[in-house]
């Protein structure tokens, strides 16, 4: 059974840095794609961040660039996001996922198979 469990969420100031992990089981961690989604009550799943098997292909959002990094230890079976310059528009729940496909929009939700129950990052002003 495959489970991907994200920790590493909390409070934090704006300006601040946090790093999420989410740890996969039940699969060969390093032949499968992973992502970063983040949802707003009331809206859809939206794509922060999404990493290749092997690491070489990563991709991010558009209000993340330049703030978020993205990377994955295999060897842990666990995947990271490095978040810097925390906004509070940043404050939202983040869901971990992974998949096998790597298509033209990593970024979309219906590329993957499983899903964390998510961790919550509060960002205070």
Known sequence: QVQVVESGGGLVQAGGSLRLSCTGSGLTFRNYAMGWFCQVPGK?????????WGGGST??????????TISRDD???TL???MNGLLP???TMYYCATGVAWGSSPLLA???DYWGKGTKLTVSS
């Open 44 to 52: 859809e799943r939206e794509g922060v961040s999404a990493i290749k």
């Open 59 to 68: 991709l991010y959002s558009d209000s993340v660039k330049g703030r978020l």
């Open 75 to 77: 060897a842990k079976n």
């Open 80 to 82: 990271y996001l490095q």
């Open 89 to 91: 528009e940043d404050t």
């Open 110 to 112: 219906g590329y993957y």
